[in-house]
């Protein structure tokens, strides 16, 4: 049984001894902790505890699954699907504090980093090597909290996700042993694979304390553009058509004539149009990158692109992209007083056009203001569902993303490209994968997680022992 309410306080005094002025019960520091960035209710641990080590969060685990007490992962609080919502209280752990960049292999192209480091700070830190690490899900989030959601962003189409850019793992298990897995290799044949098994497992099955890392080398050129077409069907297919031809394109992010609106007002670009538009870059050798150009221009203005510009200017890229990274705060500013709430629906890139254009007509039907963004690229968008106050309007709204998600089903897609599940989509994980798999999932987190520890009540509802 899970301890009663007291009696978690007193196992949180508990611990504070074996970690001395770490842990906190600062009626702030929970409510911080008691949600990322989606819209679900609030629900705040008893404490949280910051760890520095790995030996740190072994010592934290085995100390919680002795007394049955709850532990939700904690890195940069910006997941969208109630990952971090602590149901059960327990302990929230925070380890934004891990954010040691360990080691740096430039002849392999890669290295290894503690789970509180950020995509931003390892730039930082690679740049003078003349190396980056590609995944860039927009926000201020953690690697360690990208390994646990799956995480993607707008780099996906050319580099790939978390998943294709993670060489091995450091994961503490829920009784607090430590397991290594992967290693500094590209490719093994050895043993079942464990580090993508944690990989998008939000904190369920382990805690990530340390990743092996893909880099990149930083392409000699890159341009950047924005294409503004007279039809979203014109836009989607550009994109279908850019991939079915194999360019190499870096990032191709769409959107739509309402998102274009609130990025116009709140990002100030004036110079361009509320009406579908594409977000381009490529990059490469110089003369690739002018082919690059030269096909993808040709296949736009086919689709009825115009006003069609590209710059390899650093300043120029860096504010395209700020833009691109600012659509949830656009949607926001755009109607004061709602709530956003973002969907995340994938299908194959040949199902894109019918996605989008009935997300659309479904978004129509809806009366929700829901302007519409992708990595179109690899088939991924998102809705941002502007609600305004009112249960009938959240109502709409949850019936407007079953909707959506019932249709990229129906078209061989997901309900989730990178946000993960938590608690918004567990209801889904039954209409797209088969009961085996689902009682599969059941068995590994009840082997690697027998008292239902860690982040319980996320992914599917799990039933305490």
């Not at 404490?47 to 520095?52: C, F, P």
């Not at 709850?70 to 929230?92: I, R």
């Not at 829920?174 to 050895?190: C, E, Y």
């Not at 989730?416 to 608690?423: K, P, Y």
Request: aromatic letters at 6%.
């Amino acid at each position: 049984m899970r301890p009663s309410a007291p009696d978690r306080i007193r196992l949180v005094a508990e611990l504070d001894t074996f970690f001395p002025g770490r842990v906190s019960r600062s009626p702030s520091l929970l409510e911080q902790h008691s949600h990322g960035e989606g819209y679900h209710a609030a629900h705040a641990p008893d404490a949280v505890l910051y760890v520095e080590s790995t030996q740190e969060v072994s010592q934290a685990l085995a100390f919680c699954n002795a007394h049955n007490l709850p532990v939700v992962a904690f890195g940069g609080g910006t997941s969208l699907e109630g990952q971090l919502n602590a149901v059960e209280g327990g302990v929230s752990l925070d380890l934004s504090r891990m954010t040691a960049i360990i080691a740096v292999h430039e002849n392999d192209l890669d290295c290894r980093v503690q789970a509180g480091v950020t995509r931003q700070a390892l730039n930082l830190h690679l740049r003078d090597l003349g190396l980056f690490f590609p995944v860039d899900p927009g926000g201020e989030a953690t690697i360690g909290g990208m390994c646990a959601t799956r995480a993607s962003g707008t780099g996906a189409v050319r580099y790939g996700t978390i998943r294709e850019n993670v060489l091995g793992l450091t994961i503490v298990l829920a009784d607090g042993r430590i397991m290594q897995t992967g290693g500094r290799v590209r490719k093994s044949a050895t043993g079942y694979d464990l580090t993508h098994l944690m990989i998008g497992s939000e904190g369920t099955l382990g805690i990530v304390t340390e990743i092996q890392l893909r880099l990149q080398g930083i392409p000699e050129t890159t341009a950047a553009a924005i294409c503004q077409f007279e039809t979203l069907a014109g836009c989607v297919e550009t994109a279908v058509q850019v991939m079915q031809m194999g360019l190499p394109v870096a990032r191709m992010e769409l959107l739509d004539d309402v998102q274009m609106q609130a990025c116009i007002d709140y990002s100030k670009l004036d110079s361009y149009r509320p009406v579908p538009t594409m977000f381009f870059e490529v990059s490469g050798g110089p003369q690739a990158v002018a082919e690059q150009i030269g096909t993808i221009e040709a296949l736009s203005m086919d689709n009825g692109g115009a006003s069609f510009a590209w710059s390899t200017r650093d300043d120029e890229r860096a504010a395209l992209w700020k833009a691109r990274h600012a659509v949830y705060w656009a949607c926001l500013a755009f109607r004061p007083g709602h709530v956003g709430i973002s969907t995340d629906a994938i299908v194959p890139i040949s199902a894109l056009t019918e996605m989008i254009l009935g997300a659309k007509s479904d978004i129509k039907a809806s009366g929700i203001t829901a302007p519409i963004v992708g990595h179109i690229g690899d088939g991924n968008f998102h809705t941002v569902m502007l609600v305004p106050p009112g249960e009938d309007a959240l109502a709409r709204a949850h019936d407007l993303d079953a909707r959506l998600i019932a249709r990229a089903l129906s078209l061989g897609g997901s309900a989730s490209g990178e946000h993960g599940v938590g608690l918004a989509k567990r209801d889904y994980l039954p209409q797209e994968h088969d009961p085996v798999s689902i009682d599969v999932m059941r068995s590994i987190k009840a082997t690697l997680d027998p008292k239902n520890i860690l982040n319980p009540g996320k992914i599917f509802p799990a039933a305490r022992p």
